[in-house]
């Protein structure tokens, strides 16, 4: 079996600092066809316009279920402000708000993001082995004991994990895992627990 590399991050913020950096967790849903026209978008507007200079593009994803096509892209920023103020660069670029927004948007049937708080290092080619996404639900309080216990387990290589979240908003409560096993990993928090699966297909420069 062919491990997966990967680095556990243990520093922490020194206090009446910043938060350290962030990924967003952008989630889009698109009919079959509205997806299509979308993706072109994406790829001949988006990225070209964006680059790295209004965050760093981490990993792209596409699952379908039936007619329906959902799209995830994570973006890594150094902080909530410095996302805040290139979000703001960005709607000053003509060719983003005049060309892409306005033919994008559109096409995109529902949006929903999420501000992640990346627990392990990762980039284009660590999360590129990724095919499942695995969000734990976890009760109040419970979510810090969630994270130790698959750290623990990624630092004995019992697990196979390229990606490990804590969520900052919309839900707190909530783990993010992603791997190449269709598996979550295993916690025991003597709890309930709620564990979602899904299924993903890399897209574009993360494909292998």
């Known amino acids: 079996m062919r491990r997966v590399p990967c680095s556990l991050w243990t520093a922490a913020t020194p206090p009446g600092e910043d938060m350290s950096m962030i990924d967003e967790l952008r989630e889009y849903q698109f009919t079959?066809?509205?997806?299509?026209k979308y993706w072109d978008l994406f790829e001949s507007l988006c990225l070209p316009i964006r680059g790295d200079e209004y965050g760093k593009l981490q990993g792209m994803w596409q699952e379908r279920v039936g007619d329906k096509v959902t799209f995830r892209h994570i973006w890594r920023y150094d902080s909530l402000d410095e996302r805040a103020r290139l979000r703001g660069e960005l709607i000053k670029v003509d060719a983003w708000r005049e060309y892409f927004l306005p033919q994008?948007?559109?096409q995109v049937s529902k949006q929903f993001l999420q501000v992640l708080?990346?627990?392990l290092e990762t980039d284009l080619d660590s999360l590129a082995p990724v095919r499942y996404l695995h969000v734990y639900r976890c009760p109040t309080g419970k979510a810090a004991a969630v994270i130790q216990q698959i750290s623990t387990a990624i630092a004995q290589e019992r697990v196979q994990v390229c990606g490990l979240w804590a969520t900052e908003f919309s839900d707190p409560n909530q783990v993010v895992v992603m791997g190449p096993s269709a598996e979550?990993?295993?916690v025991d928090i003597q709890t309930s627990l709620v564990i979602e699966t899904r299924?993903?297909?890399?897209?574009g420069i993360q494909a292998v």
């Open 32 to 36: 079959a066809q509205a997806w299509e």
């Open 117 to 119: 708080t990346p627990k």
């Open 184 to 186: 979550a990993p295993l």
């Open 199 to 203: 299924t993903l297909k890399p897209l």
């Open 104 to 106: 994008a948007a559109p």
